[in-house]
């Protein structure tokens, strides 16, 4: 089945210091994948839409400068929280999907705290 | 402003009952509309899902009822568990695969043993 692992699964980072977390997506083709942060309150804020061969899609109060994705494959994808604050705390989540397909697969997400 | 809107915020059932969650939606172009089911601390998990060409999927427990004309659809849990205790998101988006899903708030199901 498809399976989506994201890594770390909670990570703590000081303010003003920067993060990775890692998407793997196992059992299909991760042509498209999206990163999205959930807040405390629950809610969903979509970061980006990363497609394979094509420009990476920011959301409006999301910047490449504070949110760099790479996506160099097929079955992989990884965000960096640059210069993190406390505003920048939640469920980092990832959902990949094949082309074509409309389900949209996550991760366990990464939680981010920052002191 | 909310694209998908959810309601009630939460809602608790007894065991046995039906629950019954709503979500509705602004963007008439959205075709495509899957619930998901969020555990606490872990990542949501897709649960069923519907196509603007359909007004109801159903799969065990679980159906989706869906009102094109008045963008509102709606999850029913029938026979409620408490391990059907979780958050229940409804998402959309406008194309196969090319968009990525808009979330509503969610609503946050107790069932009661």
Redesign the interface.
Known sequence: GAL?Y?YPRRTICKSGTSMRMECQAVGFQA??V?W?RQSPQ???E?IA?S?VNSAIKYEQNFTQEKFPISHPNLSFSSMTVLNAYLEDRG?Y?C?A?????????????TKLSVL | QQQVRQSPQSLTVWEGETAILNCSYEDSTFNYFPWYQQFPGEGPALLISISSVSDKKEDGRFTIFFNKREKKLSLHITDSQPGDSATYFCAASRDQGGRALIFGTGTTVSVSP
């Open positions: 989506v994201q042509t498209s999206a999205y629950k809610t969903f979509l839409l497609t469920l989540l959902g999907r094949t082309g074509g397909n409309e389900r949209l697969f996550f991760g366990h997400g």
